[in-house]
């Protein structure tokens, strides 16, 4: 008798998604001074920017980055952005902007990607948004001096895990405004939303607003925006974006006990580790776990850059017999949530709970 059967299946681990809307050829602020917009994206000559959505994928049962074929719409304030839309191109999930944003208003400009797990046809979704605007300029304009701005790149195998600060300081033309009376300053992540509120690498903002501490324990690649309103309008705005750096790395494994001789008990097994800079340190940068090869079946002995290991927790006998570490790369931490719908986890006092990451 053929009975009803059950379908064999593998439930994979959900894809880690991340992602930002990039702007490159120019800013997201324009002026105008009655007359002209600086810079002017429109007409000839022109300077149009350029809006990709980067989005990555990564494969934590694997531990390695996962390639993926995104499909792009891009919207202008919640509505669609066509082929035939004045002032924009669509170049695959690139959007050219060739339009000016009038004075004194805002635009809102949306990616929405997707892509398919092809493990199991699972349909991922990742939306950034970024906003356009344009500052009436009628005097000696606003602008943001950051004490750390641009692209930074920070040691992922040194010590990354640590604090840092960015301030803002205010300057009207060339004079710094020391009274901030009136004056607002707001620190946004990628979304445009309160960095303090919606991101754990935001620690706080000093009294004063000027100044954001920022914990590196939680940045792989984060855009931090600080922006200065008065009266209800955006007068200036400056960024930083922070991006875990590794370089390539070499490796020296030292077993002196190998081969074997008779009346030998263990083994004094360790691994260093250098690139550019010099020597790095392992057990910092890396989980390191010794692995035992019996007969192609891998068993974890030790862990740790350096590692006494017994003899006698394998057999001598064992068909192809090899021992090596595995290094697991120490990334950004992460926090944990729910699947669906994605929500924070948290311990009973409110703290969002996080786990380490780990890359090939």
Request: hydrophobic share 40%; aromatic share 8%.
């Amino acid at each position: 008798m053929k009975l009803s059967g059950n379908k064999i299946q593998i439930e994979f681990t959900p894809l880690r998604v991340s992602g930002s809307l990039n702007v490159t050829g120019g800013s997201l602020v324009q002026f105008y001074d009655g007359l002209n917009y600086t810079p002017n994206r429109e007409g000839v000559p022109s300077s149009p920017i350029l809006l990709s959505h980067t989005v990555d994928a990564f494969n934590t049962d694997s531990n390695s980055q996962v390639d993926i074929a995104l499909t792009t719409t891009f919207y202008e304030d919640n509505v669609v952005i066509s082929g035939s839309t004045a002032g924009y191109e669509l170049l695959g999930n690139s959007v050219k902007v060739m339009k000016n944003v009038p004075a004194g208003t805002s635009i809102v400009i949306k990616a929405v990607s997707k892509f398919i797990d092809t493990r199991n046809n699972k349909i991922y979704e990742r939306e950034d948004i970024v906003t356009l605007r344009t500052i009436i300029k009628t005097e000696a304009q606003f602008h943001l001096d950051l004490s750390q701005s641009g692209v930074v790149y920070f040691d992922g195998y040194r010590n990354p895990n640590v604090t840092t600060t960015v301030t803002a300081t205010l300057k009207k033309g060339k004079d710094i405004v020391p009274n901030l009376t009136g004056i607002a300053l707001k620190w946004l992540n990628s979304a445009g939303l309160d960095a303090v509120e919606n991101e754990l690498y935001a620690d706080s903002v000093s009294i004063d607003q000027k100044t954001l501490t920022v914990d590196k324990t939680y940045i792989d690649n984060e855009l931090i925006t600080c922006e200065a309103w008065k009266d209800g309008v955006l007068i200036a705005t400056n960024n930083v974006t922070f991006i875990r750096k590794f370089n390539s790395f070499r490796t020296d494994i030292r077993i002196p006990e190998l081969p074997l001789l008779p009346g030998v008990t263990s083994m004094n097994c360790s691994i260093a580790v250098t690139d550019m800079l010099g020597n790095i340190d392992v057990d910092a940068a890396f989980l390191v776990t010794w692995i035992v090869s019996e007969g192609g079946v891998d068993h974890a002995v030790a862990t740790g850059a350096s590692a006494r290991i017994p003899v006698n927790l394998f057999k001598m006998s064992g068909a192809n017999l090899q021992i090596y570490p595995d290094l697991k790369r120490r990334e950004a931490f992460a926090a944990l949530t729910t699947e669906d719908p994605e929500e924070l986890l948290t311990d009973d006092l409110d703290n969002v709970l996080t786990v380490e990451t780990f890359g090939a």
